[in-house]
């Protein structure tokens, strides 16, 4: 994988420490995360305390917090870090990494004999830039698509595509969702979103 992109797994706070640039797929599982990753906002400003957060639910947090903020900034901004940044299912928009293989398509894997016949290679061929679909799952989320995966045999071993699929039509519909360099980018980290906080409570 490109070094930048490992630059930017480690301040999303992922540990890069066993990563040894093998493989692709070796990279990736070498990878791991003791937090969630929360997407950017896209869409307009946070406009107020309660409109469009940068993370679900953090408006009401912060109110909870306001004393500390007027009396400790340093420890305000501490609470919130430690409050999101670890791994909690609790609904706040977040994704979790994973890195799963998924080989529906290699005899003599448990995927094979769980999904054979399912879905035609053909199919997966016609979205899916790589000599063979063995695919490895790199997030999970509450959104649209749910499942974020990559090719092991793109043919961009260092900045590789990601694909996305949803529960509800899986693996019948694929989304390609960019590069991804521009998926680890699409995620805020913790200097961010306290840059984000600061702008709207310190004007």
């Known amino acids: 994988m490109k070094k930048e992109i490992l630059n930017r797994i480690q301040k999303l706070g992922g540990d890069i420490s066993n990563v040894r640039g093998k493989s692709l797929q070796n990279d990736l599982e070498s990878i791991s995360f003791n937090t969630v990753l929360y997407p950017k906002r896209s869409d307009t ?23 500390l903020f007027e009396s400790n900034k340093i420890a305000f901004y501490d609470v919130i870090i430690n409050h999101y940044y670890k791994l909690t299912e609790e609904g706040f928009g977040q994704v979790f990494f994973r890195n799963d293989l998924f080989t529906p398509f290699k005899q003599g894997t448990d995927d094979y004999d769980e999904w054979n016949g399912e879905w035609e290679e053909s199919s997966f061929r016609k979205v899916i830039n790589g000599t063979e679909m063995d695919l490895m799952f790199i997030g999970h989320s509450y ?49 961010e979103l306290i840059e984000i906080i600061k702008k709207k409570l310190e004007k």
């Open 45 to 67: 400003p946070w406009a107020s305390i309660d409109e469009q957060e940068p993370i679900y639910g953090i408006g009401e947090f912060i109110e909870g917090n306001k004393e």
């Open 143 to 191: 959104g649209f698509p749910d499942n974020l995966f990559i090719c092991l045999t793109d043919s961009n071993q260092e900045n590789p595509t990601v694909y996305g699929t949803d529960h509800e039509v899986y693996f019948d519909e694929i989304t390609k969702e960019g590069t991804l360099e521009e998926f680890f980018n699409s995620f805020l980290t913790k200097e």
